[in-house]
């Protein structure tokens, strides 16, 4: 029915989040009637985001650069607060409340959570920068922005008793973010009143 360029577009459409087979076929039909306009500068897009992109190796977002776009404003004078250092699982999440503008602190990416099941470990995140991190003097809080499930918890758990011995008060976002919900999907509002209210542990 179709070219195997077209069958190979609808498959690596259909592996995206969201997207199933059906959708995947809409979309590149989409794409294809508007191949001048859409296709060809999303595929220059993409072509420079592979080339350019690269994790930031201070805190583990992904930027252009290296360090990252934010870590570089935690070094400017004037820049962004080098006392509180945000933990998040995965980089989405760091995006999600860098969308709200209600934080202005710096960011520490763990990579996942910690799971049993799923055999990661603490020697599979991101932990051992994030103690040295904390470790400094400038850094006088950590707030552990992790999701409200049962990896998210037991992952707040474990390093509230890494954290213990380093001079810095640890808390966590507040209730309003619902239990079994993931920060890259809440609304902005969420997102800052659970800022706002964090508590310590």
């Not at 008060?169 to 920060?183: D, T």
């Not at 609304?187 to 310590?200: E, F, K, N, V």
Request: aromatic share 2%; hydrophobic share 40%.
């Amino acid at each position: 029915m179709t070219g195997p360029e077209i069958d190979r577009l609808i498959q690596l459409l259909a592996k995206l989040p969201g997207l199933g087979p059906r959708s995947a076929r809409r979309v590149a039909l989409h794409l294809i009637k508007k191949r001048d306009t859409l296709m060809e500068p999303l595929a220059e897009a993409m072509a420079a985001a592979a080339a350019g992109i690269r994790t930031c190796s201070v805190c583990g977002n992904l930027d252009t650069g290296d360090p990252c776009h934010v870590c570089r404003d935690g070094e400017r004078p004037g820049g962004r607060d080098r006392t509180t250092l945000c933990v998040v699982e995965e980089v989405g999440d760091l995006w999600a409340l860098e969308r709200t503008g209600a934080y202005r602190g710096l960011y520490h990416v763990l990579g996942g959570t910690l799971s049993a099941l799923e055999g990661v470990g603490p020697d599979d995140l991101n932990v051992p920068k994030l103690l040295e991190r904390a470790s400094r003097p400038e850094v006088t809080e950590v707030i552990l922005a992790l999701n409200a499930t049962v990896g998210g918890q037991t992952t707040a758990h474990y390093l509230a008793d890494r954290l213990e011995g380093c001079d810095v008060r640890i808390s966590r976002l507040a209730h309003g973010v619902p239990v079994g919900g993931e920060l890259d999907y809440l609304d902005d509002g969420t997102l800052t009143a659970a800022l706002r209210a964090r508590r310590s542990l």
